[in-house]
C-alpha cells in the first residue's frame, strides 16, 4: 500500500495525470545541423515524435566532460538559435526531446560548431 500511495502522490503532481502513468518512449529528434554564425549558433532538427511536450537543447565547450541545458521548446520546435556564444569557442550540442511526466528521448546526433 505504501508503493501505491507515493505513486499516486508522485503523479498527482503532474500536469496531465495520464502521463504519469505512461511508459511509452519518445522518438529521437534525427538530423541535427549546426550553422555557426557571428556569435551565435543556430540549430534545426527534425521532430520525430508525436507525444513530446517539447524539446532540450543542451550544451558544452568541445573537449568539455559535461552538457548544461540551454532552453525547453514548446512541442513541435525544430529550431533553436543560441546567442550564448563567443567566436572564439567551439561547442558542441544535444537535442532531445521529453514528455510532461519526466521522460526524455534519446539526443539527437550531436551536432558541433
Known amino acids: 500500500m505504501k508503493k501505491y500511495s507515493l505513486w499516486l502522490a508522485l503523479c498527482l503532481g503532474s500536469v ?6 505512461s511508459s511509452e518512449t519518445l522518438a529521437a529528434p534525427s538530423g541535427l545541423t549546426v550553422t555557426p554564425g557571428v556569435n551565435k549558433v543556430d540549430l534545426a ?3 520525430n515524435s508525436d507525444n513530446e511536450a517539447g524539446f532540450r537543447i543542451f550544451r ?6 559535461s552538457f548544461t541545458e540551454l532552453q525547453e521548446t514548446a512541442p513541435n520546435t525544430e529550431s533553436y538559435t543560441d546567442t550564448g556564444v ?28
Do not use: H, M, Q
Not at 496531465?16 to 502513468?21: D, K, V
Not at 558544452?60 to 566532460?65: F, N, P, Q, V, Y
Open 86 to 113: 563567443t567566436s572564439s569557442g567551439s561547442y558542441v550540442y544535444e537535442v532531445r526531446a521529453f514528455a510532461g511526466n519526466g521522460n526524455e528521448s534519446a539526443p539527437a546526433a550531436i551536432g558541433e560548431a
Open 45 to 47: 532538427w527534425e521532430d
Open 60 to 65: 558544452k565547450l568541445e573537449g568539455g566532460s
Open 16 to 21: 496531465f495525470l495520464s502521463s504519469c502513468a
